[in-house]
């Protein structure tokens, strides 16, 4: 420690500073632990978690149609496995809407090879902007499918001309190479038959395929994966899903409906103008719209997250990727906030201003920086001698305990109330993970989102290359985000 | 230390997992009549709570005399009495199912008791038993149903549909009433409608039409008066049909179009030619539909605006065609 006078200005500094860093940790904290009750709350009040026979006796009747929108780019070698297998999906009253985003590969060619198609006419809405369509595809004999060749736009793009084709009332925005459960959308579509007038937009959770095994496009055993990076998302998309989201979604205060799997009002998602593009967190950003939108029109509505239906997606293995998805994914949120800043504390927007974009302030813009500039200030002022030792390890003490503690709490909600992992010897590599994953990836993922920041501020634009291996081969595609 | 427990309980449990697949497997094959009498009511004192699981699912699973079996038998093993027990003393989510598979059992106590439930603290939880009543055509009078479940009101699901449609079945004469009845709530009188809509009984179109001209017109229940009496297919829905086709509401002009299409209504042919040109495609859409169904002469109308229309009721109408397979 070194000896040296600070002047008082100095240490005034260092003081604000770390009371800031003190004061938004705690404030974190304190909305981790409202999560945390809201969520174990809305777990236990959820409607049964019942066969999906039951729920086909009990929805099928009144379920309105909806339209499966996949984009699709470079997706040649699976996209055939992925269309059977939504075509496969049990509901009463649904088309699949396959959109070939420009593809450079053999996407389109596989598709309509595969399946027979047919070049078509079909009048379509032209509400939202889009590149233009080239041709769409479809045959008698698979009356259910549709494929939409267009220019290539981006994920957004694709979906706002799959809204434009759509004719459903609802529509589900999916990935391609995203595996839906098959009664995902009679279980997504429930709150749409129980409050017909106010619900806006449904999301499912979404979770990792990483390690299990799967068959013709359906995931037959659930198995932890072994490379250590998907352990730790697994943990991650547990504490998305299972505690923030549900717990925003008790609150009405919902920002994130995932672009892996969300059901939405066609009309709605039109008034808003679909997806915006030039964006990366293009998600976040038609729900933020919606919210707006309602709320201008002071309509009642509802937005909602309902844990059971289920969308499995694959994470990054690697280093490289997965920095890259989350510095993404920080940008995105970023765009999404600087986009509607207006709405924070807001009374216009009521709890959705104060609640929902305070959360995104805290967790998402002030969050990284404060915990980054926390790790690096408190060494260095013990350094300096302006911090006794004890605080010093009362700070680290506090922040990992509590990390644990959310992911344990998590964990512990999830054996309770759903047990989707189905042996004892998951448990225990998960709650090792929890504990493991404080002490380095934690300080990694904080880096990737400053450089998320970093790469807002200078304006950069896309989604930069990322690879997937695919459930069943090699592939590159951009992966879901939570 | 609560992860230790719940840890140790699925070790305990995944030991277990096993042994229970096996006596699943035996309970199963007894419920589907390999079993005595005896047999069955040994092992419902010594597993009531599993023979009770399996039951239930069986009576869900099955249809017709196999159900009654297996009704039958659960009734002699208690299993009916344990469902009314969950029905008062469960969570939400198990009165729920309680009061969903308690439809199927025919006994008084099972009725009384879901009849309670109609008063029930979760509204979810008055909707499962009135339908579980009215599947099992054992409902209360409509009217009351209304007022218990407030229909209409704060229960507003489209389940309401599948309620009356159910009770209608049997008691047309009731669900009627609610149409004509001042005190009920429009989206009751539109799902009453919607329930009988599927009866064909085209004394009812009147009705409709008559509460459709009365209806708010930008309101939600409208365009479902107007899908009904286009499903009617009676001309006697003209008059609402014709009125709403210049709706400033885009959705009703949209559910207008698209009645006058399935009644048939030649004489809206030109009315519905200029809706190609309306500046909602779900309008131009719900146009183009409805003169492909009146046949020659409205293809032939819309062959014509495919040539020589405004840009935008050109397309429609060639699209249309193309559609039906039909070149412009």
């Known amino acids: 420690m070194m000896d040296i006078e600070w002047s008082g200005w100095a240490v005034a500094s260092a003081e604000i500073i770390a009371l800031v860093v003190i004061g938004t940790g705690l404030l974190q904290i304190g909305f981790y632990i409202v999560q945390l009750g809201f969520a174990g709350l809305s777990l236990a009040q959820r409607p049964p978690v019942v066969r999906s026979s039951q729920l086909w006796q009990r929805y099928a009747e009144q379920a309105p149609p909806i339209a499966v929108l996949a984009p699709a780019f470079n997706e040649e070698v699976t996209i055939v496995e992925s269309v059977n297998s939504l075509l496969a999906l049990h509901y009463p009253d649904f088309e699949v809407i396959v959109i070939n985003d420009g593809s450079k590969d053999g996407t389109l060619a596989r598709l309509l090879g595969h399946f027979g198609l047919e070049r078509v006419d079909r009048y379509h809405d032209l509400t939202v902007q889009h590149q233009p369509i080239r041709g769409l595809y479809a045959s008698p004999r698979l009356p259910r499918l549709l494929v939409v060749d267009k220019e290539n736009g981006g994920k957004s793009d694709a979906l706002n001309a799959g809204i434009n084709v759509a004719r459903s009332p609802l529509f589900c925005s999916i990935d391609a190479d995203s595996l839906l459960e098959s009664d995902a959308l009679i279980r997504a579509v429930r709150p749409f038959v129980e409050e017909p007038e106010k619900m806006v937009a449904v999301g499912g959770t979404i979770r990792l395929a990483n390690g299990s095994h799967i068959a013709a496009g359906r995931v037959t055993s659930v198995r932890l994966p072994t490379n250590f990076l998907a352990l730790v998302q697994i943990m991650e998309y547990l504490r998305a899903f299972l505690m923030a989201r549900l717990a925003l979604s008790r609150m009405q205060v919902l920002t994130v409906i995932s672009g892996a799997f969300g059901l939405f009002r066609r009309r709605l998602a039109l008034e808003v103008g679909g997806y915006s593009h030039g964006t990366v967190g293009e998600d976040m950003e038609l729900v933020v719209k919606l919210h707006r939108h309602m709320r201008d029109l002071k309509q009642e509505y509802r937005i909602e997250f309902i844990p059971e239906p289920v969308c499995w997606t694959e994470a990054p293995e690697d280093l490289t990727i997965l920095g890259r998805q989350r510095s993404r994914w920080q940008r995105g949120a970023l765009e999404t906030f600087a986009k509607h800043r207006d709405m924070l504390f807001n009374p216009r927007y009521g709890r959705i201003g104060f609640i929902g974009f305070g959360q995104v302030m805290i967790v998402d813009v002030m969050g990284p920086v404060v915990e980054v500039v926390g790790y690096a200030l408190v060494p260095l002022l013990w350094a300096v001698g302006l911090l006794a030792v004890e605080y010093l390890l009362a700070f680290l003490a506090i922040t990992f305990t509590f990390g644990i503690f959310v992911s344990v709490a998590t964990l512990i909600l999830e054996e309770f109330e759903l047990r989707r992992f189905p042996r004892a010897s998951d448990l225990i590599i998960l709650t090792a993970v929890a504990i493991v994953e404080n002490f380095g990836y934690r300080q990694l993922s904080n880096l990737w989102r400053i450089w998320g920041m970093f790469q807002f501020f200078r304006k950069k634009q896309g989604w930069g290359t990322m690879t997937r291996k695919g459930f069943t081969s090699a592939e590159p595609s951009p992966p879901a985000r939570t | ?328």
């Not at chain 2, 309970?27 to 005595?36: H, Q």
């Not at chain 2, 500046?279 to 539909?289: K, T, Y």
């Open chain 2, 1 to 328: 230390m609560i992860m230790v427990v719940l840890i140790l309980a699925r070790i305990v449990a995944g030991h277990r997992h096993e042994a229970l697949v096996a006596k699943r497997r035996h309970f199963l094959s007894l419920l589907l009549g390999d079993g005595s009498e005896e047999e069955l009511a040994q092992l419902s004192q010594e597993s009531p709570r599993l023979l009770g699981e399996l039951s239930l699912e069986l009576i869900q699973l099955v249809r017709g005399e196999e159900r009654d079996q297996f009704i039958a038998t659960a009734t002699r093993l208690g299993i009916d009495a344990e469902l009314r027990r969950r029905l008062i003393k469960g969570a939400t989510r198990t009165r729920i199912t309680a009061a969903e598979v308690l439809g199927d059992f025919p006994d008084d106590h099972s009725a009384a008791a879901l009849e309670a439930a109609l008063d029930d603290r979760s509204p979810d939880v008055r909707l499962a038993a009135a339908l579980a009543l009215a599947h099992s055509n054992r409902a209360p009078p409509v009217g009351l149903l209304v007022e218990r479940l407030r229909l209409g009101t704060s229960e507003r699901s489209l389940l309401i549909t599948s309620l009356l449609a159910d009770i209608a079945r049997e008691r047309q004469a009731e669900v009627r009433a609610l149409i004509d009845d001042p005190a009920v709530p429009p989206p009751v009188k539109a799902a009453a409608i919607e329930a009988l809509g599927a009866t064909g009984d085209y004394s009812l179109v009147p009705v409709v039409n008559a509460l459709a001209l009365a209806a708010d017109p930008s309101g939600e229940e409208l365009p479902r008066y107007l899908r009904v009496l286009g499903n009617f297919q009676h001309p006697a829905g003209t008059p609402a049909v014709t009125k709403y086709l210049a709706s400033p509401t885009w959705y009703v002009r949209a559910a207008a179009a698209e009645a006058a299409g399935k009644i048939c209504l030649y004489e809206l042919s030109y009315k519905l030619l200029a809706m190609l040109d309306d500046g909602d495609w779900w309008v131009r859409f719900r146009a183009g539909e409805a003169l492909v169904r009146l046949g020659e002469p409205g293809r032939r109308l819309l062959g014509e605006t495919a040539r020589c229309g405004t840009e935008r009721a050109r397309d429609a109408a060639r699209l249309t065609l193309a559609e039906q397979g039909v070149p412009a």
